[in-house]
């Protein structure tokens, strides 16, 4: 599947919290440390901004990490991203501080309530002119279920089909109200049409939900759906639902076979291939000289520390690393018996040539904890520029997630040294193209979806 985008897209990568996605990030002695204030936000958004880049949304979980040996407590000596803000406030921080940058924020489908979720996103669109996106998620761990009134956290393709309802009560939802339902007649005295607001009235397997809804259809019609499924049920559920699609790619090979598999997949939906954006996660750590990248690079690298990726593995796969020994082989039962994120079991089993690696293989070869989880970018803004024009015009990926090592140098760095010389190329715009996210992402305006089927 080639890519037919002349222009790549961008979005940040960022965390309300401690830390960014890198755990070591709090402690560069060049980040800031004041990750409780609006204006900490508001400094990163004006930033990406102002690099034009698309859209910046906040990855999120429900819990701290606190299954390594079942306390939370080595994660928050260690800063292992302890603070979590809820991002939808953090978002419409950032917005009040811009008018063309994307804002996007991370809710579950597996502990929050499809018409809650709808309101949070279609009211935060209408505050900041349909600038948001909706990145969804089923969430990780017992951790999260049991901050949320249950024991268990439910098993991987369970969460998806009750995600795949989810969507379906929220979409119908946005899309109860007609576009010119609003008629604001004071003459007549007729605030709306009724004829031209429909009551959902959904009852499923999972949810019921009645309406209707009490939010028009937004400025961009409805928010933009984001996802980062990776497994095979995740990738069948983005091929259904997702407008851009968050991957992780170890190596750029790894990462054509994937766009192609995914490319292909959304076809099979019978959608548009086109229609949907697929961007990795990377960092991307420039210099003025090579020397001054390796420099920076080697500072960045020296903040991590072993905890923070054993803390990091026991949270993403809700399994407690600190309760085997690190070079017992996993049993088949145990890896099937893992809920969390089984891309990380795919890519430590790949990278390591071990159907049953270790808790040592996973520390190794997933990287979870290190700068080196996601492919680096790291040079001249010359060199780097090569790097990504190559991913994007070789049919891997449609644009980039970048996370910064740390903030504000990590993507300030970015918009003083890269995005000039992307946008010298032709690669990378030099404008916004219009007020919405869906304008700038190159997406129309979606039709109404028929929840009736």
């Known amino acids: 599947m080639a890519n037919r985008r002349n222009e790549m897209i961008l979005v940040g990568f960022l965390q309300a919290q401690n830390c960014t996605n890198y755990v070591g990030a709090w402690r560069h002695p060049e980040a800031?440390?004041?990750?409780?204030?609006?204006?900490?936000?508001?400094?990163?958004?004006?930033?990406?901004?102002?690099?034009?880049?698309?859209?910046?949304?906040f990855d999120d979980r429900l819990a701290m990490p606190d299954i390594y040996n079942d306390d939370a407590a080595a994660?928050?000596?260690a800063g292992v991203r302890v603070v979590k803000l809820a991002p939808a406030a953090v978002v419409m921080a950032m917005g009040?501080?811009?008018?063309?940058?994307?804002?996007?924020?991370?809710?579950?489908?597996?502990?929050?309530?499809?018409?809650?979720?709808?309101?949070?996103?279609?009211?935060?669109?209408y505050m900041l002119g349909g600038r948001v996106a909706w990145n969804v998620v089923t969430s990780l761990n017992s951790s999260e279920a049991r901050n949320f009134s249950q024991m268990e956290h439910?098993?991987?393709?369970?969460?998806?089909?009750?995600?795949?309802?989810?969507?379906?009560?929220?979409?119908?939802?946005?899309?109860?109200w007609a576009d010119d339902a609003i008629t604001l007649d004071k003459a007549s005295e007729q605030f709306a049409d009724a004829s031209k607001v429909a009551a959902l009235d959904h009852a499923g397997t999972y949810f019921r939900s009645r309406g209707p809804f009490?939010?028009?259809?937004?400025?961009?019609?409805?928010?933009?759906?984001?996802?980062?499924?990776?497994?095979?049920r995740g990738q069948a559920f983005a091929a259904r639902w997702a407008e851009l699609v968050f991957a992780v790619y170890p190596t750029k090979e790894?990462?054509?076979?994937a766009y192609a598999a995914l490319k292909a997949?959304?076809?099979?939906?019978?959608?548009?291939?086109d229609d949907v954006a697929v961007a990795p996660a990377v960092y991307v750590i420039p210099g003025e000289t090579k020397q001054m990248a390796a420099d920076r690079l080697g500072l960045i690298e020296a903040q991590a520390r072993p905890v923070d990726g054993i803390a990091l593995l026991s949270e993403a796969l809700n399994f407690d690393f600190g309760s085997k020994?690190?070079?017992?082989?996993?049993?088949?039962?145990?890896?099937?018996?893992?809920?969390?994120?089984?891309?990380?079991?795919?890519?430590?089993?790949?990278?390591?040539?071990?159907?049953?690696?270790?808790?040592?293989?996973?520390?190794?070869?997933?990287?979870?904890?290190?700068?080196?989880?996601?492919?680096?970018?790291?040079?001249?803004?010359?060199?780097?520029?090569?790097?990504?024009?190559d991913w994007f015009k070789s049919s891997t990926c449609d644009g980039f997630v970048v996370a910064a090592p740390y903030v504000p140098g990590g993507y300030e760095d970015v918009a003083r040294l890269v995005v000039p010389e992307l946008q010298k190329r032709g690669v990378f715009r030099k404008q916004y193209r219009g007020p919405t996210l869906r304008e700038n992402l190159g997406l129309g305006r979606p039709e109404r979806y028929d929840w009736r089927g």
């Open 96 to 125: 009040l501080a811009t008018r063309n940058l994307g804002l996007g924020c991370t809710y579950s489908t597996t502990y929050y309530e499809p018409f809650h979720v709808a309101r949070e996103f279609a009211t935060m669109d």
């Open 32 to 57: 800031m440390g004041d990750f409780l204030t609006a204006e900490y936000y508001q400094r990163i958004a004006r930033t990406l901004e102002d690099a034009r880049f698309h859209l910046a949304f």
């Open 75 to 77: 994660a928050i000596e």
């Open 325 to 389: 020994p690190a070079d017992e082989p996993f049993t088949d039962d145990e890896l099937a018996s893992i809920s969390g994120l089984r891309a990380i079991i795919d890519r430590v089993t790949t990278a390591s040539g071990k159907s049953n690696p270790t808790p040592a293989d996973f520390v190794t070869y997933s990287k979870r904890g290190t700068i080196r989880d996601f492919p680096v970018f790291s040079g001249t803004p010359t060199e780097i520029a090569d790097e990504m024009e």
């Open 265 to 273: 997949t959304i076809a099979e939906a019978g959608r548009d291939p």
């Open 254 to 257: 790894r990462g054509q076979q």
């Open 154 to 176: 439910p098993a991987h393709d369970l969460r998806y089909d009750k995600a795949d309802e989810f969507m379906e009560v929220v979409l119908g939802h946005w899309d109860t």
């Open 214 to 232: 009490t939010v028009p259809r937004t400025p961009q019609g409805r928010p933009v759906i984001m996802q980062a499924g990776q497994s095979g």
